[in-house]
């Protein structure tokens, strides 16, 4: 299945134009075997999650930390769904990151993110993140360049003292086609179930695809470390988006070669003590 | 299926000795067939979530907080897992309260429960509540009588504020017999992967077992208000535990008429823009 080998960026300046949005990197099948691999990714991804989950009570600090970016409608709500859904929501810290509020605004922009790092144990998943600081925020020009520039710095020490304090970054970047946006937008303005998703500014960002774009370059290029790489997931197919952070996640939980926890009390002795009790009840 | 009717908890005083542990009140069928009709609860209750998450972008403060309470190895957890899992993890907030910390215990016992309610549009589920202050609180002796009477109608006011302020609570008594939480203690202690769910002081507490129930009676009795009702679940059988709470959350939802949010602009004008838009991208 997906491995992060196929998906993660390769060092070196960032070409978005040269990376599909619609392959299916590492998978052979189609919609429908997509969609049942996932599924079957289901119980090996919820048993690690609680391994994870476990491991905090021995004093364990890991964690995972799953970030998603991508355009409007690029899917990290449907990854939030089918992929993060296929776990206990017991474990699992999903912040959704919209504009800051006035508070936020009067302190540094890795203030708020701090305070939503998933703690030990937890799969934290961030929809948006500290990257909307160098994206959104460069497109329209909302800090200065001096400031901007300061952060893919600040992104890099920051994201290293997470791995370092026992983090495991899964950063995905959704890349769909302005085609496929398009389409989506569309469709959102065909069903009156999806009203409530589209917002008219949708339309007017999309005039700043190309500069979207530049950011998101610069971004990738300037933040992909060996600590925590970005991997950019081809999402015009939503099936396969959806499988290839699954696979992410997967390998990465796999990488913690999780255990369950040792008893740190005599079993032996417990069970005498339930078999010896006095009547309850 | 199941219906608040069979469940609700009628009014007056409160003998748990009296109601079952191991009943399937308001279901026919057996594990087999209630855990389908759980599976199949799946698809409305999704749905209707989503639609709660749609609303509060039209300024409704709606939401919905699902509160459950039990002795240990009741199956909190296993809720989680099995209801509050077939939703969008995306519109869920889960709070598990511990012990409080020491700055908690420094503020009233609502003051961390006011902290974790959820937003308009979610649903929050708390695994635990403020009812430990009136439950484990007492059994410990952890707080003066008079306090703990207290709490009773700082609990009722607090919870007719949330109704007020258009949440719908939804509180879950696990009910469990003695005899059951044994066997599931016993059955942790017999896999390893189940250790970490074990705390030897769980076998202490079940000396305590008679002080729990009746903490839980007076606090069924007093708390139990037209406004927010307790449900008594029979949790002997995982299955009805798990299907009983998800045909609450349901009727919830039902009940409030949840409607796809209408489209603040005009649609066709925005399907003009993005057929008529410059090239992107």
């Known amino acids: 299945m997906t491995t992060s080998h196929a998906l993660r960026l390769p060092s070196g300046p960032v070409d978005l134009s040269t990376l599909p949005t619609d392959a299916t990197p590492g998978f052979d099948g189609d919609k429908e075997e997509g969609e049942q691999a996932l599924l079957e990714m289901g119980a090996e991804l919820a048993e690690l999650q609680e391994r994870l989950f476990a491991e905090r009570t021995t004093g364990s600090s890991r964690n995972v930390l799953l970030v998603l970016q991508g355009m409007d409608t690029s899917g990290k709500g449907g990854v939030l769904r089918h992929t993060v859904g296929l776990v206990d929501p017991q474990g699992v810290r999903i912040t959704s990151f919209k504009a800051p509020t006035e ?99 949708d339309v007017d960002e999309r005039a700043q695809w190309p500069a979207y774009r530049t950011a998101y370059e610069t971004a990738l290029e300037r ?55 006095a009547p309850v009840g």
């Open 223 to 277: 933040t992909s470390t060996a600590a925590a790489p970005w991997h950019v997931i081809p999402s015009d197919k939503k099936w396969f988006r959806n499988l290839a952070v699954g696979g992410l996640l997967l390998e990465a939980l796999r990488g913690l070669d999780l255990r369950w926890p040792e008893a740190d009390f005599d079993v032996a002795e417990q069970q005498r003590r339930l078999a010896d009790e």
């Open 103 to 201: 508070e936020e605004k009067r302190h540094d922009f890795l203030w708020r993110i701090r305070a939503a790092l998933p703690g030990p144990g937890y799969i934290g998943v961030f929809d948006r993140s500290h990257y909307e600081d160098v994206l959104v925020v460069r497109v329209h020009g909302l800090a200065e360049p001096a400031e901007i520039e300061r952060r893919y710095d600040a992104i890099n020490a920051f994201e290293a003292e997470l791995v370092e304090s026992g983090s495991t970054l899964v950063k995905c970047m959704l890349h769909i086609s302005a085609a496929e946006q398009k389409e989506r937008l569309l469709a959102r303005l065909d069903d009156p179930t999806k009203y409530w998703k589209f917002n008219p500014r």
